[in-house]
């Protein structure tokens, strides 16, 4: 049931942009998006529920393609403060949250 | 702000010890999870609660159970150590989102 994240990983200079990509094999409710820093417990980003609807937080946005069963989280104009691992959360029926594998983003001066 | 602990950082037991965690939220949160992490292999749900006394499994609940007797309370058994359930344990709540707890490194030897 774990949805798919891509890339695993993913190197950036500062000022650069990245794109984050969840799949799931089933009809998803919402997706939720959260980072997690080095020894430090996730944090919520955002979440989307169905509709297709796009969400913005700073610089960091995020889509969900209901039909698709797909989101992906938009990270623009990175900054260092934005390494991290990213982790996609999928609500299948509602309140049981399945995460990814994640996808571990470095970020460079 | 809302709180979520974890009883110990860290835990070490030896095989065939009966474990417990014990995680509390301060947000009366009907949802609450607990969920293992592992390298490469992201945030795996073990058993997830919806309401006090009631359970359902995640997708990995094998070796273990939980109780939730308190709204504020919940609790992961694992009934025999074994060194395979070495990992990092989170804990969670939330009704809309999750929060996280800071987390419980096990080791079994």
């Known amino acids: 049931q774990q949805p798919v994240q891509s890339p695993q990983a993913v190197i950036l200079r500062e000022g650069e942009d990245a794109v984050i990509n969840c799949s799931s094999s089933?009809?998803?409710?919402?997706v939720h998006w959260y980072r997690q820093k080095h020894g430090e417990a996730p944090v919520f980003l955002m979440i989307?529920?169905?509709?297709?609807e796009q969400k913005g937080h700073e610089k960091i946005s995020a889509s969900f393609n209901e039909k698709k069963q797909q989101s992906s989280l938009y990270l623009t104009a990175s900054q260092l403060s934005y390494s991290g691992t990213y982790f996609c959360?999928?609500?299948?029926?509602?309140?049981?949250?399945?995460f990814g594998t994640g996808t571990r983003l470095q970020v460079f001066p | 702000d809302v709180k979520v602990t974890q009883s110990s950082r860290y835990l070490v037991k030896r095989t065939g010890e009966k474990v417990f965690l014990e995680c509390v939220q301060d947000?009366?949160?009907?949802?609450m999870f607990w969920y293992r992490q592992d390298p490469g292999l992201g945030l795996r749900l073990i058993y997830f609660?919806?309401?006090?006394?009631?359970?359902e499994k995640g997708d990995i609940p094998e070796g273990y159970s939980v109780s939730r007797e308190k709204k504020e309370r919940f609790s992961l058994i694992l009934e025999s150590a074994s060194t395979n359930q070495t990992s990092m344990y989170l804990c969670?709540?939330?009704?809309?989102?999750?929060?996280f707890g800071p987390g419980t490194r096990l080791t079994v030897l």
């Open positions: 989307l529920l169905k509709g297709g």
């Open positions: 947000m009366d949160h009907e949802n």
């Open positions: 609660s919806y309401d006090v006394k009631m359970k």
């Open positions: 089933k009809a998803l409710y919402s």
């Open positions: 959360g999928t609500e299948i029926d509602t309140d049981k949250l399945i």
């Open positions: 969670a709540s939330g009704n809309r989102h999750a929060f």
